[in-house]
């Protein structure tokens, strides 16, 4: 492995010297009995440190499993996989997942991790659908959970901490067509007064800004009937529809993106924003995001707001989204409905981590959970309130690899304290 391997973004380049890349899984349980520290990497799309490790371990060499089992409404995969391979596989067999993140070339196991989300008012993360898992723990055991067993939903959202996850096991539904419009322009005064109404407008609602005079896109996914035709809108919520595709940041092409126009197609080619075949986002970017009670939307996208003379010199764009509550314990959902903001900044890593006290200390009254796959400050200390069960993860964690072998710099600082 060449030594200044990075992650996706070039912003931090992992330690390890050694990349493992079993072909079966009694080979993988061998590696991991005999390495006394090593971490999971996915596809490398997080932008901080959670993959990295003294020794890594790749699973994109075991069998790229995809089992559906059509009585249980479930599929059985290789967590390696991206979620773009396996939603082809799922729209061959007529299935489909809940939701999906807004680029497609992530490894289900590592949305997993990070409880990676899409939007939705009534759509979990994707980590919810995860109905059973395969884990081999730091002794090189093979441990088998599915939901309902005790531990379980401390499992799931694991962050790399608890061992390799071998199998995943999805909740699929039947295909579902989805059209997406986008809309111009919002009011902020009219997000401010009914914000459940414009982000539940929709099954997944996304509001793209960089906190000028208004929300410049208001993207709507809608679940639609093949046999129904959807009648494009011409406005929603008095924000004026785009004649034209658009990407989340105005200059930029549209040709990375998802079909637009209310032109309905099948819900993986509309679900991510981009495309899986083009390069995802701005391409050369950071990231930041941060969870909250969506009960406290407004007062923090106000105090978001206030900072914007701070943050747009070095802001390409914001995008606000929710997602449901639910009871994975590390989850940025866990036990509220959630409103999610987002900062796609600007590949300048100096000034992004300048601005990030101003934020959580803007944010700080509303208690907000970083997203674990991005940029943020909070320690490990600061974190425990925000998340009920951490006690309890830490507990699990120590039970699973008493010896640390999973752990690293991110983790220690972030979730189990330095
Ligand atoms: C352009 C871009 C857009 C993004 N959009 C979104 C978005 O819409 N929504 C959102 O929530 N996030 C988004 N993210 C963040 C991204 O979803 C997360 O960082 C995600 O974790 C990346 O997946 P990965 O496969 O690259 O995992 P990695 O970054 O490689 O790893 C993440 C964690 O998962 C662990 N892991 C992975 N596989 C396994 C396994 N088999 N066993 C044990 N541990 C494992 C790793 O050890 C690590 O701790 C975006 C990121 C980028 C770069």
Redesign the pocket.
Known sequence: MDASYS???NSFTFTATIVHRPESLDELCAIVARTPSL?????????NG??DGAELLQ?DRMPMTVEIDRDARTVTIN??IPYGVLAVELERAGLAVHNM???PH??V???V??????SGMRSG?LATAVAAMELVTAAGDIVQIARGDAGFDGMVV???A?????RLTLDVEPTYQVCQEVFQDLAWDTLYADFDGVMGSAQSVSLFTDYGDTIGELWCKMRVRADHPWERRTEHFGARAATAPLHPVLALSADSCTEQLGVPGPWHERMP??RMDAI??AGH?L?T?YMLARRHAVPAIQAIRALAPVIQPVLLISEIRTVASDQLWLSSAYGTDTVCLHFTWQFEPEKVVEMLPAIEAALAPFDPRP????LFLATADELTPRYPKMDDFRALANRLDPKGKFRNAFLERHVFGE
């Open positions: 992650n996706w973004a971490h999971v990497l996915g596809t490398g799309h997080s932008f959670i993959a699973l967590p390696a993140a807004s680029l992530i490894t196991g590592g949305a991790a990070t409880a990676t989300h899409g993360n694991h962050v790399g608890l061992g390799v996850v071998t924003h981009f995802p986002s970017e990231q995001e997203h674990w796959g991005k």
